[in-house]
């Protein structure tokens, strides 16, 4: 499918997809979201896509946000399903299979923070800025900022900076722990590319049970030890799981499989 608001570039089963509407400082309208829904539906199980990196295009921004011009009018029930949709979509990122690194180039505001916190981990530019503007705007977050802020920096802090809609740089992001990496203004996709050429080496299965078990963590409604009971069953009775273990006692290097 060819897409209007994200770039797919991909190279070696890297796929780095850029939100492509920089006038706009790569505000998240609805045709983002029906990107990137199609994306991540798509690609679930396409084994030649190995690992995603999300960024903006430009240097200014990685999204500032919802697209405040389709707030106009807007319902109550309205309001609540855009939230809903931009949820569910949120979750397609989250649960992927594959590792998503979002390499964040400058903005990462309100919904385009929540995209950001919903890929797998942060890398961000020393000149990238993390807020949850919302209230400046007399609302709330509704991608799930709520919920997802709390896991990365704790209650209180998410809670001072939601209230406060106060915006911070990348190393005061990663200090908190938000951030995972703060590299050179314009090394920021080069440096989530390294990582995950790192994590493809290794078994896509397990990578893919890795993914699913640690979100496990943060899903209340879920068992997180039973999850990763019965998914170490799965990987150490899998191909590669046992491959892994032979590959260890020949002393030579795996060759997995991705089952
Ligand atoms: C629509 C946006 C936008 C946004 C920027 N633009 N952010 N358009 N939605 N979220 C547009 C501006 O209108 C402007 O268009 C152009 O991008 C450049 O932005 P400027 O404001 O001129 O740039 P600058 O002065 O450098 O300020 C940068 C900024 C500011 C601090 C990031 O743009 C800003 O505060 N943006 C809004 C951030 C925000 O409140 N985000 C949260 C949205 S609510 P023109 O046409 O004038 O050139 C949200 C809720 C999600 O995300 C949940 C929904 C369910």
């Known amino acids: 499918m060819g897409y209007e608001n994200?770039?797919?570039?991909?190279?070696?089963?890297?796929?780095?997809?850029?939100?492509n509407r920089p006038k706009a400082l790569n505000a998240l309208n609805a045709g983002v979201f029906k990107d990137l829904d199609h994306f991540f539906t798509e690609?679930?199980?396409?084994?030649?896509?190995?690992?995603?990196?999300?960024?903006?295009?430009?240097?200014?921004?990685?999204?500032?946000g919802a697209d405040i011009k389709e707030f106009m009018g807007m319902s109550e029930e309205q309001g609540t399903n855009l939230s809903r949709?931009?949820?569910?979509?949120?979750?397609?990122?989250?649960?992927?299979?594959?590792?998503?690194?979002?390499?964040?180039?400058g903005f990462s505001l309100g919904g385009g923070n929540e995209l950001a916190m919903s890929c797998h981990?942060?890398?961000?530019?020393?000149?990238?800025?993390?807020?949850?503007?919302?209230v400046n705007l007399g609302?709330?977050?509704g991608y799930g900022g709520t919920q997802r802020l709390p896991r990365y920096v704790g209650q209180a802090k998410a809670?001072?900076?939601?209230?406060?809609?106060?915006?911070?740089?990348?190393?005061?992001?990663?200090?908190?722990?938000?951030?995972?990496?703060v590299v050179e203004?314009?090394?920021?996709?080069?440096?989530?590319?390294?990582?995950?050429?790192?994590?493809?080496?290794?078994?896509?299965?397990?990578i893919a049970k890795m993914i699913e078990t640690?979100?496990?963590?943060?899903?209340?409604?879920?068992?997180?030890?039973?999850?990763?009971?019965?998914?170490?069953?799965?990987?150490?009775?899998s191909y590669d799981g046992q491959e892994g273990a032979k590959a260890f006692l020949e002393k030579r290097k795996p060759k997995f499989k991705g089952r």
């Open 6 to 19: 994200i770039l797919i570039e991909e190279k070696n089963g890297i796929v780095v997809l850029s939100i």
């Open 43 to 64: 690609n679930y199980s396409n084994e030649n896509v190995k690992a995603v990196v999300i960024t903006g295009v430009g240097d200014k921004a990685f999204a500032a």
């Open 85 to 105: 949709k931009g949820m569910a979509v949120f979750e397609k990122i989250e649960n992927f299979s594959k590792p998503v690194i979002a390499a964040v180039n």
């Open 121 to 134: 981990f942060i890398v961000a530019s020393e000149k990238a800025r993390f807020g949850q503007p919302e």
């Open 139 to 141: 609302l709330i977050t």
């Open 159 to 181: 809670m001072e900076l939601l209230l406060t809609g106060d915006m911070i740089n990348a190393q005061e992001a990663k200090s908190l722990g938000l951030v995972s990496h």
């Open 185 to 206: 203004h314009g090394n920021e996709v080069e440096k989530s590319v390294e990582i995950l050429n790192k994590i493809i080496t290794k078994s896509p299965f397990a």
């Open 214 to 237: 640690v979100n496990a963590f943060s899903d209340n409604k879920k068992n997180g030890f039973e999850i990763e009971a019965n998914n170490f069953g799965k990987t150490i009775s």
